[in-house]
């Protein structure tokens, strides 16, 4: 018997993601290519990272953020978003405080806050 599907993400609009998200970035101001997926970069993935490799990372703690550029080598800067917008979808894909968003790149760009070298 096959066994019951259970959904790999719960996916909700960007008016439901309380407060700022923080994302790592190569430079202050960031480009928009900062904001691209690894798909739209035309960046190899596997089936299995499908879902991840058509959005973007981000962090809902600054602190997570830091974290992870220290330790995977991550773009020295972070930008800081907010996301509180209808035309962005984001799920929850990990720990740590990881979320990954779908949205065009050109509006993550003009929800840019702030940007600093961490």
């Not at 953020?65 to 972070?78: D, F, N, R, S």
Request: glycine letters at 6%.
């Amino acid at each position: 018997m096959p066994r019951k599907a259970t959904p790999l993400f719960l996916v909700y609009d960007g008016l439901s993601l309380e407060g700022l998200v923080f994302r790592a970035v190569g430079t202050c101001p960031p480009s928009i290519d900062h904001f691209r997926s690894y798909e739209a970069l035309g960046m190899p993935y596997t089936p299995r990272q499908h879902f991840r490799a058509t959005g973007v990372s981000v962090f809902t703690e600054r602190s997570r953020l830091v974290m992870h550029i220290a330790k995977y080598g991550l773009p020295p800067a972070i930008a800081t978003l907010d996301l509180n917008d209808p035309n962005v979808v984001w799920t929850r894909t990990g720990r740590s405080a990881h979320v990954t968003v779908w949205a065009p790149a050109s509006l993550l760009l003009e929800r840019v806050v702030q940007c600093e070298h961490g």
